[in-house]
Nanobody, 125 residues
Framework: QVQLVESGGGLVQPGGSLRLSCAVS????????VGWWRQAPGKEREFVAS????????YYADSVKGRFSISRDKAKSAAYLQMNSLESEDKATYLC??????????????????WGQGTQVTVSS
């Protein structure tokens, strides 16, 4: 069993930065990956970024590439999402998710079987 707890959300002005954290507990062996997803009111949940826990490979949605950076610290058992140059369109609830997706499913929601509760990110002046 894997448990995920997010933190770090909040209110930020357009152009600002935030770092989200996801504390991970449980087995992280094999092709374990931690991903960040987001969901805005009235919209479908969308993939943001993912990282392979044991290899470090990273994957991003086109909408955040170059602005967001995903990382993990195995010693602290945590994953992070550094968000820079935030835009109003980035406002959403951000959820940490985990699983062992095959490469072709790294951006597929059903491939992640563990989910956190989410943390709210608001981008507003």
């Amino acid at each position: 069993q894997v448990q995920l707890v997010e933190s770090g959300g909040g209110l930020v002005q357009p152009g600002g930065s935030l770092r989200l954290s996801c504390a991970v507990s449980g087995s992280t062996s094999g092709q374990f990956a931690v991903g960040w997803w987001r969901q805005a009111p009235g919209k479908e949940r969308e993939f943001v970024a993912s990282i392979r826990w044991n290899g470090g490979s990273t994957y991003y949605a086109d909408s955040v590439k170059g602005r967001f950076s995903i990382s993990r610290d195995k010693a602290k058992s945590a994953a992070y999402l550094q968000m820079n140059s935030l835009e109003s369109e980035d406002k959403a609830t951000y959820l940490c998710a985990a699983g062992r997706p095959i490469l072709s499913s790294i951006r597929t929601m059903n491939a992640y079987i563990y989910w956190g509760q989410g943390t709210q990110v608001t981008v507003s002046s």
